[in-house]
């Protein structure tokens, strides 16, 4: 199941490309790799305390009332005050950008939804946030190749969607394809 | 410049709405979601110009009543809410964005007409991208009735998953956009 988990989440329905979570912060994003070192950590801690709070509460008193649609609500209190609390203590060791907490939310959200349970939803959330990061460094690339592009100005902010969709049709192509398997064979 | 912003807003809200699934049925819901919060957002925001925890209320209001219409369209279509699932909660991030462009506005001079004007603008926009994945997907147009979504031309057999996948959206969403910055300059020139 673990390796499943891992399998799936990586490869076969990566949370950016398929599910869209942190997509629009993705193309945003300009941080320099040491500080986006330290964001993979801060989020990767943010992602595994929300979960391990949002689903100790879910399983002991939202899932017996079968209230557990009520479990976002608290994924959301969770998640931003733990974020809050990061960015006290960083901003007094580094001067440190605020950090969007929106993906860490919505990476909680799809983990405890998708998850059968506590351990997978751990092993979800942490590929979800290895997941985005791993996405930077060639989506950071492909925006430096663009400063140089002699392009239509109209086309400008096209271009980024452009790439995004040639990247996920790049791995996923096969899904979309018309010549699919079980249709044909 | 203020033109400027809610473009890029705009563009925003339509790159959070990819992931939903390629039926004007959800898109209509999602719209209906976004459209409710953004006139939420509206009253409250005077009231929050000047606290420091504003972003916080903002996300606790947004996401309680995401909740609570999630709740109340499950008792409509509880077939149409397991699809969306996950997708309703992305919804709740835009409204926050048009938050941060307002409150830099000065918000005592508060122009509901021009905002009003925004959300027509943005929901047309919206339905169009919605129409446009789902006629090219399908060849149909759809509706979100108690029992799911219900075509209202005969849809394709066999659709053209191409269309309805996220590449296929982001493709649509990138010449929406080049379309529309195009208008966009022609306007100003005029101007």
Not at chain 1, 6 to 13: C, D, K
Not at chain 2, 117 to 146: D, G, Q, V, Y
Request: proline residues 4%; positive net charge.
């Amino acid at each position: 199941m673990i390796i499943q988990s891992i399998l799936f989440y990586t490869f076969i329905s990566s949370v950016v490309l398929i599910y869209g979570v942190g997509a629009c912060s993705l193309m945003t994003y300009n941080h320099n790799f040491f500080h986006s070192v330290i964001d993979f950590c801060k989020t990767l801690i943010v992602v595994i305390v929300s979960i391990i709070i949002t689903w100790t509460i879910n399983f002991l008193f939202l899932a017996p009332y079968h209230a557990a649609i009520l479990f976002p609500f608290f994924a959301f209190l969770s998640t931003f005050f733990i974020t809050i609390f990061f960015d006290i203590t960083l901003n007094k060791l580094i001067t440190f950008q605020k950090y969007n907490f929106q993906t860490a939310f919505l990476i909680v959200v799809v983990s405890l939804s998708e998850s059968s349970g506590f351990l997978q939803s751990i092993i979800i959330g942490v590929i979800s946030v290895a997941s985005f990061y791993i996405l930077l460094p060639f989506l950071f690339g492909i925006r430096k190749r663009m400063q140089n592009i002699q392009i239509a100005s109209d086309f400008k902010n096209s271009l980024e969607f452009i790439t995004l969709a040639l990247i996920i049709l790049g791995l996923y192509g096969i899904c979309t394809s018309w010549l699919r398997m079980d249709i044909f064979l | 410049m203020q033109e400027k912003k809610y473009f890029i807003y705009l563009i925003s809200c339509l790159a959070l709405f990819v992931p939903v699934p390629a039926h004007l049925g959800y898109g209509i819901i999602v719209l209906f979601l976004h459209t409710i919060l953004l006139f939420t957002l509206f009253p409250i925001i005077k009231y929050l110009s000047n606290n420091e925890h504003a972003q916080f209320y903002l996300y606790l209001i947004f996401i309680s009543l995401t909740i609570l219409f999630y709740l109340l369209f499950s008792v409509y279509s509880p077939v149409i809410m397991f699809t969306l699932g996950f997708t309703l909660f992305l919804v709740p991030i835009s409204p926050i964005l048009m938050y941060h462009i307002e409150i830099k506005n000065s918000t005592q001079n508060f122009n509901y007409q021009s905002l009003l004007k925004t959300i027509a603008f943005l929901n047309i926009c919206t339905l169009i991208f919605f129409s446009a994945r789902e006629l090219l997907a399908w060849r149909s147009l759809s509706l979100p009735l108690p029992k799911g979504i219900y075509f209202l031309f005969p849809a394709y057999k066999m659709p053209i998953l191409f269309w309805a996948s996220i590449p296929g959206a982001l493709c649509i969403l990138a010449f929406f956009l080049a379309l529309l910055s195009f208008i966009n300059r022609l306007r100003e020139k005029n101007l």
